[in-house]
């Protein structure tokens, strides 16, 4: 039986075609991919990702168990602000990409991938239960009880100003949503509700990010879709949200990272903090930084007329299979096909040829600078 | 929303349309097809003097989302493809019956396109 967020029937009223994504019944679609991805780059879209998990971690210790625990240094964050970060075996491989956003002096928020939350919360705990002062953390899964929307693209500050019309109550304290900055998170009235918004996403593109207590976020969504009328604001799917991520380069877990594959060989090593004291995963980090990679990820457009490249194509390079495709698809913003792979190092060259192996046939492409696509 | 299926063309399950003109038949897919599609973005088509069977892969059609393939509804060497449509994928979303078609067959058995479905029993079967 495949979940299904709160906002199913909404999906369903709004024409959604939906699919299975990571035991979820979602909706890849309302128009069509291309649609939504360039309504998104030019005006506004809305995103149910309800499906993603949510944990609040709470206590004296909070700070220091998640600073063991993930690869960023939590240190850095002040109430009301969020970092990218990573979870890590001590060998490395990466469990999860995460949001982590302090909401108080010792409370954060993890914003986790939905088809991570068990081993992810399983994790956590396990960690929890070595750490020494484990006494000072409580864990909360709200996943089950925590909706979410992504609302981005362009013309979205004026709706979330819209949306929620009047100053944060906690959190960054702001006059309105817009004044909130990236990676900046506020807690706002709805119906009477607190529910959190922050400058973030996926998309490459300007935009907010709203959590609520799972019984609310129809409300939001609907409300939203009424405002954004004026805003162009079109529901996205799935599909969109892969796209626009690709385009910009963003990992995605089960294709960019998985738990044979390190932060440093996905090329996200920035938010690994390896000044920051020790943490799980940070030896073989330290080492990989120091020394190098057996793989890199490397960003690729198809530069001969070509179909799609999509996951699993071969890579090849100097006449060799050297690697994978992990994301690929054809790019709505360039109409040209783009990917990520994995290769050697040396191999990893901007500018270097390579070629996708295509049903037998290989299809000229060379790496490209990430992102691969800049707003003009 | 409503699938255009013209009542002068066959029909297979996979979702391709014949056309029939004596022992020629065009091929295409339908409007059922491109709506599920969405987005073409590429099509492979056969090479020209290709002998193929009946739901035999024989094109390749990719969306956004997916690659898929497409199957001859009848068997018959190809005669004729549609460079226009490699040039402009997009004329599979646009026109699916008219210049967004696939090849020309020419049939090895006329019977088979006979028994293709009709109009009717494909829009049964599409649900419309």
């Known amino acids: 039986m495949l ?19 990571g035991g979820w019944e979602m909706p890849v679609q309302y128009s069509t991919i291309t649609d939504e991805h360039l309504c998104v780059r030019r005006a506004a879209g809305i995103f149910d990702i309800s499906h993603m998990g949510e944990v609040i971690v709470r206590g004296p210790a909070a700070e220091a168990f998640l600073n063991a625990t993930l690869t960023n240094d939590v240190r850095k964050l002040v109430v009301g602000l969020g970092q990218y970060t990573l979870m890590c075996h001590e060998h490395g491989g990466v469990i999860d990409d995460l949001y982590a956003y302090r909401l108080g ?100 593109e300007d935009g907010f990010e709203v959590i609520t207590p799972a019984l609310l976020i129809e409300a939001v969504w609907d409300k939203a879709l009424n405002l954004g009328h004026q805003f162009c604001l079109q529901p996205c799917g799935l599909g969109a949200r892969d796209t626009l991520r690709t385009e910009v380069c963003y990992p995605l877990y089960g294709h960019e990272l998985d738990e044979n594959t390190t932060p440093i060989e996905a090329g996200v090593g920035f938010f690994v903090a390896l ?18 990679t057996k793989k890199k990820l490397v960003a690729f457009k198809m530069t001969d007329k070509a179909p799609p490249p999509r996951p699993h194509y071969v890579i090849w390079a100097g006449g060799s299979a050297v690697g994978e495709v992990v994301s690929g698809t054809q790019s709505p913003s360039l109409n040209n096909g783009i990917g990520m792979g994995y290769v050697p190092p040396q191999v990893a060259v901007i500018g270097g040829k390579l070629e996708i192996e295509i049903r037998g046939r290989r299809f000229a492409a060379e790496i490209v600078k990430k992102p691969i696509y800049k707003k003009p | 929303m409503s699938t255009q299926v013209p009542a002068d063309l066959k029909y297979a399950k996979s979702h391709e349309w014949l056309r029939v003109a004596g022992d020629v038949a065009t091929v295409g897919i339908t409007d059922h097809a491109q709506h599920e599609l969405t987005d073409v973005v590429f099509v492979e088509l056969p090479a020209v003097g290709r002998k193929v069977k009946a739901g035999e892969a024989c094109a390749v059609v990719e969306s956004v989302k997916t690659a898929s393939d497409i199957y001859a509804p009848a068997s018959g060497e190809v ?38 479905l009709t109009p009717e029993a494909y829009t049964a079967q599409i649900g419309g």
């Open chain 1, 105 to 204: 002096a010792e409370e954060y928020l993890l914003i986790i991938n939905a088809s991570r939350i068990e081993p992810d919360v399983a994790w956590l705990q396990e960690r929890l239960g070595a750490f020494p002062q484990q006494a000072d953390v409580t864990l909360a899964n709200l996943s089950d009880h925590t909706a979410a929307v992504a609302i981005q693209g362009p013309k979205t500050p004026g709706l979330l100003d819209q949306l929620f019309p009047a100053a944060s109550t906690g959190g960054t304290h702001v006059a309105k949503p817009s004044d909130l900055k990236k990676n900046q998170i506020a807690q706002f009235a709805f119906d009477g509700q607190a529910v959190c918004v922050a400058r973030t996403g996926y998309s490459g």
């Open chain 1, 275 to 292: 000044d920051k004291g020790d943490f799980v995963g940070r030896a073989v980090l330290a080492e990989q930084k120091a020394s190098g």
């Open chain 2, 79 to 116: 005669i004729e493809v549609n460079k226009a449509v490699t040039d402009d994928p997009g004329l599979v979303n646009g026109e699916p019956y008219g210049k967004g078609w696939f090849f020309k067959l020419k049939l090895s058995d006329a019977a088979e396109a006979g028994a293709l």
């Open chain 1, 3 to 21: 979940k299904r967020t709160p906002l199913f029937s909404a999906h369903q009223r709004a024409g959604g075609k939906l699919i299975e994504f």
